[in-house]
């Protein structure tokens, strides 16, 4: 452990999401700085970037905004890999025990989130307004379409919209969420997944549930709380200053002042590239909450769930009390930190309760209600998801006999690393300028080096030329690696349906695993079986 703390103070004073290094290797375990600090020294470290750039050092490079997502550096203790599943051997469990049934690809990994069908347990999201998302969506909506799951239209999008039409204060007109919407629609197969709009308090103040509910005809609303990258409401740059000053005559919170003489001057001599356009925190009390669910209803929303971060555990149980008097239909954490846009890096890393020790609070809080026979929504975990064993152990770890209570997980960087990366690469294709190891491992055409090509065009036929190949890398990603990942893990735990996934089905690695979750260390589990089946 000592080895990981000195890591982690190392990053103090160097992060590679800020861009910033130190000029020798064994820093100070305290302040992260070199031991020797020198004043003829060409590297930046985060003291130095400081002094240059102020708050702009308080965010993921600021030049790679729009094409970038960024995540903690911190090594929190504990994560997935302390835990490991367990193999079958001597049954089958929801598929016929026979070698012809029972073979991976038969493994069901179809679940109901929220009254919501979905063909894995994932959902996408939460991409708002910051611009890698908008410049990625057609890939992200229509890949989630085609791989059966959500996708969720993230906060403030109508309110970033410049052609957004205003009535009052209100939005009566949004090309760009329209846009988002149909979308996600042009694929979709009208039962698995569906479009999801989230909601905040710009959005509320915006009037945003209305216009989508009557407007572009949406099933879910989603209200916003907050997320586990940051706790201070969304953020985005804004290369553009009319656009800054557009944006706080509707109501945001841009800095520096776009509307004063002297910021627009240093703009236009360069001093500084961007704008930043916050959001306001929401402060949530029950009765309230409670009207704006009855309200959301009686708008016509026919699902609503809701989104939250990893505040303190008193704020996670009063989540869950709120949640579970409104009955709403779905309940997302999301744990520390990684996020879509710009979060500020010291947040990502030293604020907010990690995945794993939030989602053993929020077991806790569902079993309390549970025992008390309280209400308890669908439960969706978010923070750091990027593969099947995570998504397997998230799920097994909630089963306390009655069958999941986390039903799915929520993907947000990782499905953009996948579209990106898909853009990428088809720009490359088309310029001639693939790596060379990559083109002779798999070919220089996108319709070789995607290996979902020749299914999807026998599905979709004519159609498929309207699949944008990042919707392609989103699909592949999703439905041929996680989704068959997860059925061999499935498959080689000898169950064939995510609901028979269970804590039994799990072993920890470490006695802070064990201490957190309760789940038992390797050489505990089935120890009484062992000595019942050999007492023969």
């Given at each position: ?9 190392s990053?103090l004073?160097?992060?590679s ?8 290797k064994d820093?100070?375990t305290i302040?992260?700085m070199?031991p020797?600090?020198i004043?003829?020294c060409p590297?930046?470290?985060?003291i ?5 750039r102020?708050r ?8 790679q905004f729009?094409?970038s ?7 929190f203790?504990?994560?997935w ?6 193999a079958?051997l001597?049954?089958?469990?929801g ?10 690809p ?15 347990p994932?959902?996408?999201g939460?991409f708002?307004s910051?611009?890698?998302?908008r ?6 909506a229509?890949g ?11 906060e403030?999008?109508?309110?970033m919209?410049?052609e ?5 204060g209100?939005?009566?007109h949004s090309p760009e ?8 629609r042009?694929?979709w197969?009208?039962?698995y ?8 308090v710009?959005?509320q ?9 009557s407007?572009?005809e ?6 916003k709380w ?11 740059r804004?290369k ?9 005559k ?7 002042d ?5 910021i627009?001057?240093?703009?236009k001599?360069g001093?500084?590239q961007?704008?930043e356009?916050?959001?306001?925190v929401?402060i949530?009390?029950?009765?309230g ?7 959301l209803?009686k708008?016509?929303a026919?699902?609503i769930?809701l ?5 303190r555990?008193?704020a996670?149980?009063?989540t869950?009390k ?7 239909d779905?309940?997302?954490?999301d744990?520390?930190g990684?996020?879509?846009g710009?979060?500020p890096v010291?947040?990502?890393d ?11 609070l ?16 669908d439960?969706v975990?978010a923070?750091?998801f990027i593969?099947?064993?995570s998504?397997?152990?998230?799920i097994?770890?909630?089963?306390y006999?009655e069958?999941p209570?986390v039903?799915a ?11 990106m990366?898909?853009s ?8 001639g300028?693939?790596?060379k190891?990559?083109?002779e491992k798999f070919?220089v055409?996108?319709d070789k080096?995607?290996?979902a ?6 599905k979709?036929?004519?159609?498929f030329?309207?699949i ?5 890398g989103v699909?592949?990603y999703?439905t041929?690696?996680?989704g068959?990942?997860?059925k061999q893990?499935?498959?080689?735990n ?9 804590r039994g089905?799990?072993?920890s690695?470490?006695?802070i695993?064990?201490?957190v979750?309760g ?6 589990v089935e120890?009484?079986a062992?000595?019942?089946?050999l007492?023969?």
């Open positions: 452990m000592s080895e990981r703390v000195h890591k982690n103070s990053y004073n160097g992060k999401t800020v861009g910033t290094s130190t000029r020798v820093t100070s302040s992260g070199c020797i600090c004043r003829d590297v930046l470290c985060e130095s970037l400081s002094a240059f102020g702009e050092a308080l965010y993921p490079e600021p030049a729009g094409t997502t960024a995540g903690a550096l911190k090594n203790g504990l994560d890999s302390h835990f490991s599943i367990q079958g001597f049954e089958a469990q598929v016929a025990e026979t070698s012809e049934a029972a073979i991976f038969n493994a069901n990994t179809e679940v109901v989130v929220g009254g919501m069908p979905l063909k894995l994932i959902l996408t939460a708002g910051t611009e890698v998302a410049v990625n969506w057609d890939g992200l229509i989630a379409a085609l791989s059966g799951v959500s996708v969720t239209i993230g403030n999008i109508a309110g919209d410049v957004s039409q205003l009535t009052d209100k939005i009566t969420l329209k846009r988002r919407v149909e979308s996600f042009r694929f197969d009208g039962k997944g569906d479009v999801i709009i989230q909601t905040n710009e959005d103040r915006l009037g945003i549930d209305s216009y989508a509910l407007k572009l949406v099933n879910v609303i989603e209200r907050g997320q586990g990258a940051k706790a201070i409401g969304g953020e985005v804004l553009n200053l009319e656009k800054a000053i557009l944006l706080k509707r109501g945001y919170i841009v800095i520096p776009p509307e004063d003489p002297v627009q001057q240093a703009f001599d001093v500084f961007t704008f356009r916050h959001s306001r929401g949530p009390k029950e009765q909450f409670l009207e704006d669910i009855d309200w209803r708008q016509g026919k699902k769930f989104k939250t971060g990893a505040y555990p008193s996670v149980a009063y869950m709120f949640a579970s008097e409104a009955k709403i779905a309940l997302s954490f744990g520390a990684g996020g879509t710009m979060s010291p947040m990502m030293e604020m907010s309760i990690p995945t794993l020790y939030l989602q053993a929020v077991q806790r809080c569902a079993q309390i209600l549970k025992k008390k026979g309280k209400y308890v929504p439960l975990m923070g750091g593969e099947e064993t998504i397997f152990k998230t097994a770890m909630s089963n006999g069958g209570m039903k997980v929520l993907m947000g960087r990782s499905p953009i690393t996948a579209a990366k898909a990428y690469f088809k720009q490359l294709a088309t310029e300028k693939l790596p190891a990559f083109v070919g055409t996108p080096f995607f290996i090509t020749p299914e999807l065009k026998a979709y036929g004519a159609r030329s309207e944008p190949l990042e919707s392609i699909y592949t999703l041929d690696r996680v068959v990942g997860l893990l499935m498959a080689g000898r169950k064939w349906n995510l609901s028979l996934l269970n089905d799990l072993m690695l470490s006695e695993a064990t201490k979750t789940i038992p260390l390797a050489d505990e120890k009484d062992v000595e019942k089946i007492d023969y």
